[in-house]
């Protein structure tokens, strides 16, 4: 027989027990859902270091496509919370097929410059990276402007990507934005004719290209440029070249984002948000810059030493608003120029 002060010993003791238990059982379901269209390497310490911080789990699912299809499909049930995506293109995509939700808070809007997130509080830049112009070094420096790819002097001297790339499809449509519909068509018809190639492979094969002396000038990402330097085999390719930040006398280079939307029927808000503004944080944004080279969102905190080296350069002011609402224009006119046949 049990005495009386043991037993109530041990029912204290189940109690306790239970008590814990609990604890750790709602500690261990507080999570938070991500799709994401950037790599594990990139976004895995950001999230390592939020749930150290928060005790919030981060489950990811990685995708290279298809986003946009995977929320439709599952509609109300989707246990997605936030969205991470490159390319404004990608987070109007998501928009206009009504799969994000509106979201604010004083720490986001007053981290991010309002032209780099949405004027409905539905998506917000994260990162910046600029659309540069690579050049020989064989040329010299150049004060390049994106209307000096259609100057004949540079006739067969030029290679890119698909001009149906989003990176370029941007491109043109910040074109339009600054120089109309019909002398945007007349500078993509010119740039095409300046074509070294019909265009083909990524930012980084038109530099080999410039490398290898099959072109003299290229388009390509500024995060590019920091990963070809710091890979064994692409550093001869970098050193080929200069990159070249348009348009420093006028209105300046063209700037795209990676970014980060709540999904419409997120299950995790209250998650999403802590998430959300962690990733805005000044650490969060020197880790982010500092891993994938890009320049943080946010004006007090400085790109990495080797993005930070390669100076200095004023954005084009227009919001990405503004430019997305041209990319079907853009697109359009990409294939009236038949710029990649
Ligand atoms: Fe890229």
Same mark, same amino acid.
Not at 145 to 153: F, G, S, T, V
């Given at each position: 027989m049990l005495s009386k002060a043991l037993f109530l010993q041990c029912v204290m003791g189940a109690v306790i027990s239970v008590i814990s238990f609990l604890s750790f059982t709602a500690h261990a379901i507080e999570e938070v859902n991500v799709y994401s269209y950037r790599q594990p390497f990139l976004v895995k310490p950001l999230f390592d270091k939020f749930t150290h911080q928060s005790g919030i789990k981060v489950n990811v699912v990685f995708a290279k496509k298809g986003m946009a299809e995977r929320l439709s499909r599952e509609g109300k049930y989707s246990p997605a919370d936030v969205l991470l995506t490159t390319d404004i293109s990608r987070l109007i995509e998501l928009h206009d097929k009504d799969l994000l939700q509106k979201f604010t808070s004083s720490k986001i809007n007053g981290a991010i410059p309002k032209q780099y997130r949405a004027q409905d509080d539905t998506w917000f830049a994260l990162t910046t990276r600029v659309r540069n112009i690579y050049s020989a070094k064989r040329l010299g420096n150049i004060d390049f402007?994106? +209307? *000096?790819?259609? *100057? +004949?002097?540079y006739q067969g001297r030029i290679c890119t990507r698909s001009g149906k790339h989003p990176y370029n499809v941007a491109l043109v449509a910040s074109m339009i934005a600054e120089h109309g519909e019909t002398d945007t068509l007349v500078w993509l018809e010119k740039f095409k004719n300046n074509l070294a190639r019909k265009p083909q492979g990524s930012d980084r094969a038109q530099v080999q290209a410039i490398h290898q002396n099959l072109c003299d000038i290229s388009l390509g990402n500024s995060y590019y440029f920091g990963k070809m330097l710091k890979d064994e085999k692409q550093k001869n390719w970098a050193d080929a070249v200069n990159i070249n930040f348009p348009n420093q006398k006028n209105r300046g280079a063209h700037v795209n984002i990676s970014g980060m939307a709540l999904a419409k029927y997120s299950p995790n808000k209250q998650n999403a948000k802590t998430l959300m503004e962690f990733l805005v944080s000044i650490p969060a944004q020197q880790l982010y810059a500092e891993t994938n080279m890009e320049y943080p969102v946010r004006s007090d905190v400085t790109a990495s030493t080797l993005v930070a080296s390669w100076g200095a350069f004023k954005a084009d002011s227009l919001s990405l608003e503004t430019i997305a609402k041209q990319r079907k224009t853009a697109l359009k006119l990409i294939d009236i120029a038949q710029f990649d046949l």
């Open positions: 402007n994106y +209307e *000096d790819l259609a *100057d +004949e002097k």
